[in-house]
């Protein structure tokens, strides 16, 4: 048997896994859509009773957002079973300064979330700048960040990603706005989402796994599947989405597998 196959280059057979991990763009839906396999895949992890949570580096989307639009495109995931960037970068906030304060550059599923965690948004000498996506960046909202940056508040974006993509093609995203407020702070933000390894370890005490028996799935080498491996799990790469197959030599790191699309993975469940 192969790679291609689903199946270790070496050979050798894991741990039984007992929680998956999987993104969502590039292995689940494409531009709204799901991809084939999908909801045989979800379907499985139901069937085997095995624990799951859905990822996203998007931090636009609440969790009942994400659900409908999954929804829309035939995948049923409830909202318990979706973890995004937003939520990460909100926990992370709240371990660090309990009840503290942040100005916050992002929508809805980034305010939400850091609403929830019990933190005050304002403009006035806060703890964190916290940058996260938005189709509608302001220039004024850039500035003000810029000023609190300067003024002593600590910086923190929810994911590296430089461009998001549309119907019309890519748009400039959190990573390219950061390395904007960089240039002009001379900060660099702490960025909580993938390849952060803290992303999939929050997700992980969500549904209370432990990483020799986790999977991830994804679709990026340089997210995924690196953050994967610095968790400790193993790892699928999916070809359906970011990575081709001929990139995956280029990297000084492996997945545990590659496989054509998440249809491949639903035997592995």
């Given at each position: 048997m ?22 969502m ?28 949570l ?5 931090s ?34 709240a ?24 933190y ?17 960046y ?6 003000t ?12 974006a ?5 461009t ?9 995203a ?10 002009a ?19 992980m ?5 432990h ?5 991830m ?26 990575t081709?197959?001929e990139?995956v ?5 492996r997945?545990?597998r590659?496989?054509e ?7 592995l469940?």
């Amino acid at each position: 048997m192969t790679e291609e196959q689903g199946v270790p280059a070496d050979g050798r057979d894991g741990p039984e896994i007992e929680c998956w991990l999987t993104d969502m763009d590039g292995v689940l839906v494409h531009e709204g859509h799901a991809l084939p396999g999908a909801a045989d895949f979800l379907q499985r992890l139901v069937d085997r009773e095995r624990r799951f949570l859905v990822l996203t580096n998007n931090s636009m989307f609440t969790p009942r957002d994400l659900r409908a639009r999954l929804a829309a495109s035939g995948l049923h995931v409830p909202e318990e079973n979706i973890w995004t960037s937003a939520l990460a970068t909100a926990q992370f906030l709240a371990q660090q300064v309990p009840g503290g304060s942040a100005y916050v550059v992002g929508e809805a599923g980034l305010t939400t979330a850091v609403h929830e965690v019990g933190y005050t948004m304002t403009t006035s000498s806060p703890d964190y700048v916290v940058l996260g996506e938005t189709r509608t960046y302001s220039f004024t909202a850039i500035t003000t960040a810029i000023r609190l940056i300067e003024g002593g508040a600590r910086f923190i974006a929810t994911n590296p990603d430089p461009t998001g993509p549309s119907a019309e093609g890519p748009l400039p995203a959190t990573g390219a706005v950061a390395a904007l407020i960089t240039r002009a702070t001379r900060r660099e933000p702490y960025v909580v989402g993938k390849p952060n390894p803290m992303m999939f370890r929050s997700a992980m005490n969500r549904i209370e796994a432990h990483s020799e028996t986790t999977a991830m799935v994804g679709d990026r080498m340089d997210t995924d599947v690196v953050a994967g491996i610095e968790a400790g799990l193993q790892t699928t790469l999916v070809l359906t989405g970011s990575t081709r197959r001929e990139e995956v030599e280029d990297y000084p790191f492996r997945p545990t597998r590659v496989c054509e699309s998440i249809a491949d993975v639903v035997d592995l469940v």
